[in-house]
Nanobody, 122 residues
Framework: QVQLVESGGGLVQAGGSLRLSCAAS????????MGWFRQAPGKEREFVAV????????FYTDSVKGRFTISRDKAKNTVYLQMNSLKPEDTAVYYC???????????????WGQGTQVTVSS
């Protein structure tokens, strides 16, 4: 069974940090782009960051540039999202996904995790 499992979410004060992990199982995702998306209450799921299959290329949405860092450990089949200087507007359920290309469109990602809640208090 192919699956992605996120962990590392929680409650943090504004200005704090969290590191999300996304562990893949069932098959290797070493040739996939891996992305992070988030969905706040009442809003659509939005793109956050993506990393290429080699790990050498990354792309971020403007609102998280300079604060979030995406990385991957291919040996562990795991993707990370280091989130620093968190703001209340970062509060959302965060999802990782495996995709065919380094693009911000949800439709290009065909395997999704169940999500992990991140709550940033002011």
């Amino acid at each position: 069974q192919v699956q992605l499992v996120e962990s590392g979410g929680g409650l943090v004060q504004a200005g704090g940090s969290l590191r999300l992990s996304c562990a893949a199982s069932g098959r290797t995702f070493s040739r996939n782009a891996m992305g992070w998306f988030r969905q706040a209450p009442g809003k659509e799921r939005e793109f956050v960051a993506v990393i290429g299959w080699s790990g050498g290329s990354t792309f971020y949405t403007d609102s998280v540039k300079g604060r979030f860092t995406i990385s991957r450990d291919k040996a562990k089949n795991t993707v990370y999202l280091q989130m620093n200087s968190l703001k209340p507007e970062d509060t959302a359920v965060y999802y990782c996904a495996a995709g065919r290309a380094m693009v911000p469109m949800r439709g290009e990602y065909d395997v999704w995790g169940q999500g992990t809640q991140v709550t940033v208090s002011s």
